[in-house]
């Protein structure tokens, strides 16, 4: 559920972004973010522009939200089933995971997955050629190419500790086709996380309509138990805000 503001406001983003450089990917990009084939197109197009590899971040990167994240990962004796299991979906090319990895205070497992091979196999050899060491020897990072609806076809339920969505639901919901998948992955998450976890949206969407939009997927699918709201901050005129979800608890 998007407003009208919320339309405008990554409408024009987006467009500008295309302006400068995929012109012809304005299209795909404004109405098709859900499909495989737009992400494929965005990121072979996007590689040819530079020489050499370099991260692409939506909204900001992994200094601005470094204070939220961090703070949720467990030490290991407060771990009791192992490792802290990260999931952050529709990675694209972005270096938020490979930065939770390096900068955890604690062992982690983070996986990134992204719909798009092309996106996956670009990170795969970014940190094969320039290796991260983590604080932890028994935290892991890895790259995988999957349909974030069809988590259950990867993860057992309440088998996740913390899952990041930085711009993936924005991007299912403002795409034509997109609001059903926005409303499975939804689902699917609040399924393989932990009682104990969290769903980290982060969204440039405003509260009043995250919120409702949320609230009315708990009511009817039962699987959102509760929602703490946070503010971002402010970049080039844009707020974002942090969506920390819960799963339900059923005792």
Known sequence: MMTSLFKSVSGKRIMAFCARRHTSLTTDLIENMDKKSTWDRFYTENGRQAPTFKNFEWFFGFESIRHILLPLLLPPESCPHGVFQILDIGCGTSALGPCIYKHSPTAVQVTCADI????????????????????????????????????????????????????????????????????????????????????????????????????????????????????????????????????????
């Open 116 to 251: 798009s091979p092309i996106a996956v196999r670009l990170m795969q050899e970014s940190i094969s050629s320039k290796p991260i060491h983590p604080n932890s020897v028994s935290s892991l990072l890895r790259f995988v190419e999957m349909d974030c609806t069809q988590l259950l076809s990867h993860y057992s339920p309440n088998s996740i500790d913390l899952i990041v969505d930085k711009g993936t639901t924005d991007a299912l919901l403002r795409s034509k086709e997109g609001k059903g998948k926005a409303r499975q992955m939804l689902k699917q998450c609040m399924t393989v996380l932990r009682g104990s976890g969290a769903l980290l949206q982060f969204s440039d969407e405003d509260p009043d309509s995250r919120l409702l939009w949320l609230e009315t997927e708990a009511q009817e699918q039962g699987v959102v138990g509760n929602v703490v709201t946070q503010e971002v901050g402010e970049l080039r005129g844009v707020v974002y805000y942090c969506y920390q979800v819960s799963p339900t608890v059923h005792s």
